[in-house]
T-cell receptor
Framework: GAVVSQHPSWVICKSGTSVKIECRSL??????MFWYRQFPKQSLMLMAT?????????EQGVEKDKFLINHASLTLSTLTVTSAHPEDSSFYIC?????????????FGPGTRLTVL | AQSVAQPEDQVNVAEGNPLTVKCTYS??????LFWYVQYPNRGLQFLLK??????LVKGSYGFEAEFNKSQTSFHLKKPSALVSDSALYFC??????????FGAGTTVTVRA
């Protein structure tokens, strides 16, 4: 199956610093990628849609200035958590559909565990 | 709005017994439904999907799901559970703009 990677797999940072998380599609091109956050033993909540060559679209309630998304190429999207605070601690997961059409399964990265001290 | 519900937080079964994880949906128009599984501290893995056609969908690792329009359900099943099936299972529905909406998840524990 298709492979989506994330880096880093875990990160610990101090409050007030910024953290960048990378999401790569390793064996396919993805014009669209999605970013989710997941709290322990809870469901995934869609944060934003990352679009290659254009601005990301954010879900209601997600601060776009806090969660900066850049889809620099057809295989890379980055999520930067700016001025992180303890409440931003979470598991962040990206996904990408391998083929066009909305009804094809998405492939998920392994996730990045962020802990803000 | 499209949504799915998973009425059970947890399902516990003995190894070798049938496993069922329930999911109901609420959508306008045709539903496009998915099941994913998540192992601890890992991303989601695709199990199967229903788009159209046969109501019984077969997927990965011996799982299958039955689409039931009259009951608006899409329950995941496995005839004989394994200890390695212990994980967090998510039902999801997808919209026309590729966005997945997930259920709350069901933790499956299969005891030896």
């Amino acid at each position: 199956g298709a492979v989506v990677s994330q880096h880093p797999s875990w990160v610990i940072c101090k409050s007030g610093t910024s953290v960048k998380i990378e999401c790569r599609s390793l064996d396919f091109q993805a014009t669209t990628m999605f970013w989710y956050r997941q709290f322990p033993k809870q469901s995934l909540m869609l944060m934003a849609t990352s679009n290659e060559g254009s601005k990301a679209t954010y879900e209601q309630g997600v601060e776009k200035d806090k969660f900066l998304i850049n889809h620099a190429s057809l295989t890379l999207s980055t999520l930067t958590v700016t001025s992180a605070h303890p409440e931003d601690s979470s598991f962040y997961i990206c996904s990408a559909p391998r083929t066009s059409g909305p009804y094809n399964e998405q492939f998920f990265g392994p996730g990045t565990r962020l802990t803000v001290l | 709005a499209q949504s799915v519900a998973q009425p059970e937080d947890q399902v516990n079964v003995a190894e070798g017994n049938p496993l069922t994880v329930k999911c109901t949906y609420s959508v306008s128009g045709n539903p496009y439904l998915f099941w994913y599984v998540q192992y601890p501290n890992r991303g989601l893995q695709f199990l199967l999907k229903y788009i159209t056609g046969d109501n019984l969908v077969k997927g990965s690792y011996g799982f299958e799901a039955e689409f039931n329009k009259s009951q608006t359900s899409f329950h995941l099943k496995k005839p004989s559970a394994l200890v390695s099936d212990s994980a967090l299972y998510f039902c999801a529905v997808i919209s026309n703009d590729y966005k997945l909406s997930f259920g709350a998840g069901t933790t499956v524990t299969v005891r030896a």
